[in-house]
């Protein structure tokens, strides 16, 4: 299954390796899309994120978990 997500990242958050643990934690493959952010500012990306529907939402539920804002887009 294959989502698309736009994520607020806080300024607390941006050095955070959460990519990373969706990949490793969550068995996810992100894509980055779009990226407005910087490792002194908060800021959002555009992904797409694929996996198991399952996969998907304890990866979601680990970035709400974590202070990032995640919307679902088309």
Known sequence: M????????PLHRVRDAFLYRM???YRLQPNI??????PDRSGSLIVTVEGT????ERGILFLRENDIIVNETD
């Open 2 to 9: 294959l989502k698309k997500l736009q994520l607020e990242v």
């Open 23 to 25: 990949v490793t934690e």
């Open 33 to 38: 899309l779009e990226a407005n952010i910087g």
């Open 53 to 56: 529907l399952q996969d998907l």
